[in-house]
């Protein structure tokens, strides 16, 4: 069952891979975060907001628009406008800053909706971030996903469909999609962004895979290709300790 959150100020909880809350506060909020050494925070901030997340002892401001990946946040200061934010137990993101979102995303998706990974895995299998373009007069595919997706509707309008009901979206709504949950997007007139959490990803560099390995040659031959100097997890120990 999908839900819907309308309200000014709440919080919801999810779990499938990862655990967490999401929420979204309006006015002017003090939110403290219990998070521990190894959980992160996204965050978006509205286009008229103006806030700032402290963690590791340092502040991180948002002007209006932008979106962060943050790790052991333990407050938001809200000072105008309203936030987003998924909060993830056992995650450390790589401290990450960005926006405001593009009109349109630069990947084709479905039904010719189109996508852009704003803030992409550092490794694979770690969450990511998504702004989702849906163009006037789309009517998507009911389709599915192996993992929750937790979503801000940015801007324009369109519904979402269950198979069940139809749920009008707008600026500002907030919805959580359970794992394996029939869904699909539909827009009339006008174009629809919604902003999605995924809390995994199937792709995304890895130890064996990645720029600096595929890219460094031994007579030729990538670094990838060459396990024996490749850094394993008994080499890496043995320099730490």
């Known amino acids: 069952m999908i839900e819907f959150y309308q309200q000014e100020s709440f919080r919801g909880h ?28 996204f965050v978006f901030a509205s286009l008229d907001a103006s806030l700032t997340v402290s963690t590791q002892g340092l502040d991180y401001t948002l002007a209006g628009g932008m979106y962060a990946a943050l790790k052991r946040p333990r407050a938001i200061r809200c000072q105008s406008g309203y936030f987003w934010y998924v909060s993830i137990e056992g995650f450390e ?5 960005g926006g405001p979102p593009e009109a349109h995303g630069r990947l084709r998706y479905i039904d010719g909706c189109t996508d852009s990974l704003l803030i992409g895995p550092v490794i694979k299998g770690d969450p990511c971030l998504n ?24 801007s324009g309008a369109g519904c979402c469909d269950d198979g069940v009901m139809r749920t009008p979206l707008v ?29 995994d990803s ?40």
């Open 93 to 97: 993101a790589l401290n990450t800053l």
């Open 171 to 199: 600026p500002g709504l907030v919805f959580h999609i359970p794992l394996d949950t029939p869904h699909r997007f539909i827009t009339q007139d006008q174009p629809m962004r919604i902003l999605a959490f995924h809390p």
């Open 202 to 241: 199937d792709f995304g560099p890895d130890h064996q895979f990645h720029p600096m390995v595929n890219k460094t040659m031994v007579n030729g031959v990538s670094a990838n290709q060459l396990p024996e100097i490749q850094t394993t997890d008994e080499k890496l120990q043995g320099h730490l300790s």
């Open 131 to 154: 702004l989702l373009y849906f163009p006037p007069g789309i009517d998507q595919t009911m389709h599915t996903h192996p993992s929750c997706r937790i979503g801000l509707v940015l």
């Open 14 to 41: 999810f779990y499938d891979c990862l655990k967490g809350i999401f929420g979204r506060q309006t006015g002017e909020t003090n939110l403290s975060l219990e998070a521990g050494p190894s959980d992160s925070i």
